[in-house]
Nanobody, 131 residues
Framework: QVQLDESGGGSEQAGGSLRLSCAASEYTSTVFNVLCMGWFRQAPGKEREGIAVISSDGSTGYADSVKGRFTISKDNAKNTLYLQMNSLRPEDTAMYFC??????????????????????WGKGTLVTISQ
């Protein structure tokens, strides 16, 4: 069992930056540093979309909509996942979710960005970007 708790959301103007954090608490043999983890978002009335993933080996992948603007990273010592969001746009407004699954290949981890095939999900943190 893994509990994920997001923080760092809020309101920012277009062009600004935010950094989201996801603190992971582990209650099974699954440990943070072997997880495939990612960030997803869902705007009101729209489908959930995967935006970034990071594999246990540190390999990363991004959706085209955020590539070059967002950076996913993790701190194994702190059991924390991050999403640095720069050059924010109004269309980035959404509820952002941290998600994870057990160790898989980097390719399979990347594929979860499309499939949404994660085992553990946080409750979300709201990001609102205004003009």
């Amino acid at each position: 069992q893994v509990q994920l708790d997001e923080s760092g959301g809020g309101s920012e103007q277009a062009g600004g930056s935010l950094r989201l954090s996801c603190a992971a608490s582990e209650y099974t043999s699954t440990v943070f540093n072997v997880l495939c983890m990612g960030w997803f978002r869902q705007a009101p009335g729209k489908e959930r979309e995967g935006i970034a993933v990071i594999s246990s080996d540190g390999s990363t992948g991004y959706a085209d909509s955020v590539k070059g603007r967002f950076t996913i990273s993790k701190d194994n010592a702190k059991n924390t996942l991050y999403l640095q969001m720069n050059s924010l746009r109004p269309e980035d407004t959404a509820m952002y979710f941290c998600a994870a699954r057990g160790r898989v290949s980097a390719g399979d981890c990347y594929n979860t960005m499309v499939s949404g095939g994660m085992f553990y999900w946080g409750k979300g943190t709201l990001v609102t970007i205004s003009q």
